[in-house]
């Protein structure tokens, strides 16, 4: 499968939040402190180092279970498919944040600057997608991106999401910020846990294949009924 596209789309409001400047500049220097802020105060930490590290013990169960061509959805600074194209696997990370493509292709991986919910190339071919480190979030509707991903893979493919390590089930607006006074634009995002997951999964046509948990790291492999 190629992993060669077409052009930028035109970035939505929500992918533009990601493109702020805390978000932007935790990426370009591969550090924190950065979080999602919630309207009531509520912060949840990003973990911007690990996601700018070599996969860890976690990650790479997600690896050794990746088949075929692999698409990883809110890929950010792309160590999965840095790793991926090292193991000789076709991959393609996509992204809304520029930073966070910038910094896959410079690390070797390819990418895209694009939402999800964007064209993408090869869609109905990928055997593998991933929805690592919450991105199961992306666009506040967990329903409406797992029938995208339904679109993405091949009809015999498998989608590897990771859920929050705890029950949870929440929609809620919030913002990207540093900690230190700055912010992004708001944006939907959710969170789920396993059950809830698989929820969502039921309703969308997707069944759990496998289910596992590495580091605290709960992940589920879904596949179409």
């Known amino acids: 499968m190629t992993t060669t596209a077409a052009t930028t789309a035109t970035p939505t409001p929500s992918a533009l939040a990601w493109r702020a400047d ?14 999602l802020h919630r309207h009531d105060g509520w912060l949840l930490p990003l973990e911007v180092e690990r996601w700018c590290a070599a996969p860890d013990a976690a990650d790479l169960t997600v690896l050794r279970r990746c088949r075929g061509a692999v698409l990883d959805i809110g890929c950010g600074p792309g160590r999965l498919v840095v790793a991926l194209a090292a193991l000789g ?40 997608a991933l929805l690592v480190d919450g991105n199961v979030g992306i666009g506040g509707d967990p329903a409406a991106l797992l029938a995208r991903a339904a679109q993405l893979v091949d009809g015999k493919g498998q989608l590897i999401v990771e859920a929050a390590p705890f029950d949870v089930d929440e929609s809620v607006e919030v913002r990207v910020a540093d900690g230190r006074g700055a ?18 999964a039921h309703t969308t046509g997707w069944y759990a294949a496998q289910r596992w948990t590495s580091s605290g790291r709960p992940f589920v492999a879904l596949r179409r009924r």
């Open 89 to 128: 696997t076709a991959a393609l990370g996509v992204d809304v944040s520029p930073e966070a493509v910038r910094r896959t292709q410079r690390s070797g991986g390819s990418a895209l600057c694009r939402s999800v919910f964007d064209p993408l190339p090869g869609e109905g071919r990928w055997q593998t």
């Open 22 to 35: 805390p978000y932007t500049d935790a990426i370009r220097s591969g550090r924190g402190p950065l979080f």
């Open 183 to 200: 912010f992004g634009s708001g944006f939907p995002w959710s969170r789920l846990g396993t059950a809830a997951l698989l929820r969502y």
